[in-house]
């Protein structure tokens, strides 16, 4: 964020105003004064004084997406001390939480937040959020089983709901397949599959409604756009 949006959204002057009282020598970001108009800073871990008095936002909600690698746990802490997405996100905030769960395999895409409204809203079965993965599964798939993984498959005794299933392609045995569900029971795609007799070797997270993964690398995080935001709480 600009230092003088900054600046001007813990109240302390307006953005001109914020200006102004960069170039005066009155801004220290990091113990570190200052004087150029269009700093950028990282709101969430840089501290900014002005007048040698250290501000801070009144409040502003997080929200991240991770593309999270395999081999990690999706909470903020783990009793068998594996490693867990946080350990990918350099925002130190202690209110930060992962949306709903990925499995210990698979990687992609998980938003981190500290908005308990948008968790809710993400995960409450009823709202029936579109979550799309890309699956990777060994051999060919027969059209009556992608058909069973459309039309729902029991899993704990109750059918799943109707899912959107796209074949991507089939090379040296494996098929890649494109599933879009819009429930969230614990290992949901990989149960599918298993279901019909089909082997996942990889599973990637692509998609949750709208907001995509895009090429954000293996472990790499980012901040959601206003844009991103708004699109996510309008779902
Ligand atoms: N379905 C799965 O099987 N695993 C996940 O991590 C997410 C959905």
Redesign the pocket.
């Known amino acids: 964020m600009r230092l003088n949006k900054y600046i001007a959204e813990c109240g302390v002057a307006s953005r001109r105003g914020a200006d102004k009282l960069i170039t005066e020598g009155k801004v220290k970001v990091n113990n570190k004064t200052v004087t150029t108009l269009g700093t950028e800073i990282n709101e969430y871990n840089d501290t900014v004084m002005v007048d040698e008095r250290k501000i801070a936002l009144v409040r502003r909600d997080i929200y991240i997406v991770l593309n999270k690698p395999k081999g990690c746990v999706t909470t903020v802490k783990d009793d068998k001390g594996r490693k867990t997405v946080m350990d990918y996100i350099s925002v130190k905030d202690k209110r930060l939480f992962p949306i709903g ?3 210990y ?2 990687e992609g895409l998980v938003i981190l937040t500290n908005d308990g409204d948008l968790a809710y809203k993400l995960t409450h079965p009823s709202n029936e959020i579109p ?1 799309t ?1 890309v699956a990777k599964v060994e051999g060919t798939l027969a059209e009556a089983d992608i058909a069973k993984l459309r039309n729902g498959v029991p899993l704990d005794g109750v059918m799943t709901h109707r899912s959107k299933v796209k074949i991507l392609g089939e090379e040296e045995g494996i098929t890649r397949v494109e599933i879009t ?1 819009y429930e ?1 029971k ?7 599959f298993e279901y019909i007799g089909a082997n ?1 070797i990889f ?1 990637k ?1 692509t998609k949750i409604g709208d907001l995509k993964l895009g090429g954000l690398g293996r472990g790499m995080s980012r901040y959601l756009t206003d844009k991103e935001i708004d699109i996510l709480k309008r779902l």
Request: proline share 0%; hydrophobic share 30%.
């Open positions: 769960r990925l499995d395999d698979t979550k993965y569900i969230g614990n290992r949901q795609v990989r149960r599918m996942v599973l997270r």
